[in-house]
């Protein structure tokens, strides 16, 4: 599914700014946890936005993100605030956790813990 310049352009305009949403975290959501935009995929005709959110420190994930869909009228409406001039209109915000990040840690983790023998300099194996 390749994404045209104008869906690639507003997902990143779309990621930025709830980029900073988040940070300013008005509404208390967070409560000092870190979660992140890690990826914005735009629908098309630019209506629906698919939110992906790293949440490396979280421990509740589901709890997380169900808070935040709690808040999506509000997220939305800051967010509208903030590229109101730039759109026709502010797209409908569907949020889903990231686990690209989370995988290659755990994959890292899986690396750092294999036990591989060092290599014959000779290249002899006995």
């Not at 008005?26 to 959110?53: E, Q, R």
């Not at 915000?93 to 995988?103: A, C, G, R």
Request: glycine share 4%; hydrophobic share 35%; net charge negative.
């Amino acid at each position: 599914m390749n994404e045209s310049k104008r869906q690639q352009k507003f997902s990143r305009l779309i990621q930025r700014d709830l980029s900073d949403i988040f940070q300013k975290d008005k509404m208390g959501i967070f409560a000092n946890t870190f979660v992140t935009v890690a990826d914005v995929i735009i629908s098309p005709d630019l209506s629906i936005a698919k939110v992906y959110l790293s949440m490396l420190m979280v421990k509740d994930k589901d709890a997380m993100l169900e808070k935040i869909e709690k808040h999506k009228n509000e997220i939305r409406r800051d967010l509208g605030n903030k590229i109101g001039k730039q759109v026709r209109i502010v797209p409908q915000l569907n949020f889903y956790v990231d686990e690209v990040e989370e995988n290659a840690q755990k994959i890292d983790k899986l690396i750092d813990n294999l036990n591989i023998p060092p290599e014959d300099k000779d290249g002899e194996n006995d």
